[in-house]
């Protein structure tokens, strides 16, 4: 393995002017489940590994009224035992499956985003929570958090920016959400699909909002805008249900590999779909 050279910012600005100071040859470390595994395997190794363990700042989980602040080194331990969290169920249980108990007490939801894998566990969960992603650059910006990939291990993170943390809007009332995954093993696996459904309802249970967001069907997590279409405005009845997690299978976009076929992983996607949404709707019946 090549040598790289490995700084411990005390500041986010000292983070971002280092990150700046290397370019594209740096990389910003977390936990380190994923990036570490990578450079030991033989991977790219970078230039200069940034330490992130000094900036206390990106860690916690802060509810307001506006809604709920997440740190980007909140590791997936911390946010499955955050009481605060408990309504925001999609993401939750995204971050209560990742890897085993030991690997949760380390990964940061910072890092599970920013390794950018089609399959990650709470990136579907954000994305139909509404999340916003807060960049530093110096300044600051935000962005959808579904907009934050491009593709498999990339994201719009530019040289010298730096996820620092996400924001989640505030819950209205009969609203709720659900993630599920299937894995060929029941923990230490990755996602062969993963859906996250959010329902919310007005007073004579019809949807105002529904979203569907899919993990591990195309280079990055994607919405199945067609088959939000069809509940929203509606009676969630069964028979709608059934057909938006059709057409959410026809929105799918996945490929074949020795994890799992193009065809299954579509079937896949209309059952946990279907399941999903199911489970959405009694969240949000349940909250009134």
């Not at 570490?36 to 790219?44: A, F, H, P, R, S």
């Not at 599920?180 to 696996?189: E, S």
Request: proline fraction near 6%; hydrophobic fraction near 45%; glycine fraction near 10%.
């Amino acid at each position: 393995m090549r040598k790289f050279a490995y700084e411990v910012p005390q500041s986010l600005s000292e983070a971002t002017q280092i990150l700046r100071h290397w370019g594209p040859e740096a990389r910003a470390l977390a936990g380190g489940t994923d990036l570490l595994v990578q450079i030991k395997e033989g991977g790219w190794v970078p230039a200069c590994l940034v330490s992130l363990r000094r900036l206390d700042e990106l860690k916690g989980i802060r509810p307001g009224e506006d809604g709920l602040w997440i740190g980007a080194r909140t590791t997936m331990a911390e946010l499955t035992a955050a009481s605060a969290l408990r309504p925001y169920a999609a993401l939750r249980e995204g971050a209560g499956i990742i890897g085993s108990a030991q690997i949760r007490n380390v990964a940061t939801i910072g890092g599970n985003l920013c390794n950018a894998a089609p399959s990650a566990d709470t990136a579907p969960g954000l994305i139909v929570l509404g999340a916003e992603a807060i960049i530093a650059d110096g300044g600051q910006r935000t962005v959808k958090v579904e907009d934050l990939f491009v593709g498999p291990g990339q994201t719009i993170l530019q040289p010298g920016e730096l996820l620092t943390g996400l924001r989640i809007p505030a819950l209205p009332p009969r609203s709720g959400s659900a993630y599920l995954r299937h894995t060929p093993r029941a923990w230490m696996d990755i996602a062969v699909v993963g859906v996250a459904s959010y329902i919310q309802l007005d007073e004579a249970g019809r949807c105002v909002d529904v979203r569907i967001a899919l993990g591990a069907v195309a280079p990055t997590p994607i919405r199945a805008p067609q088959a939000e279409a069809i509940l929203r405005g509606e009676v969630p009845t069964d028979q709608a249900i059934e057909a938006a997690a059709q057409q959410a299978m026809k929105e799918a976009r996945p490929i074949s590999d020795v994890r799992g076929s193009a065809d299954y992983r579509r079937h896949l996607v209309s059952v946990l779909t279907r399941r999903t949404l199911q489970m959405a709707l009694a969240r949000a019946q349940a909250n009134q």
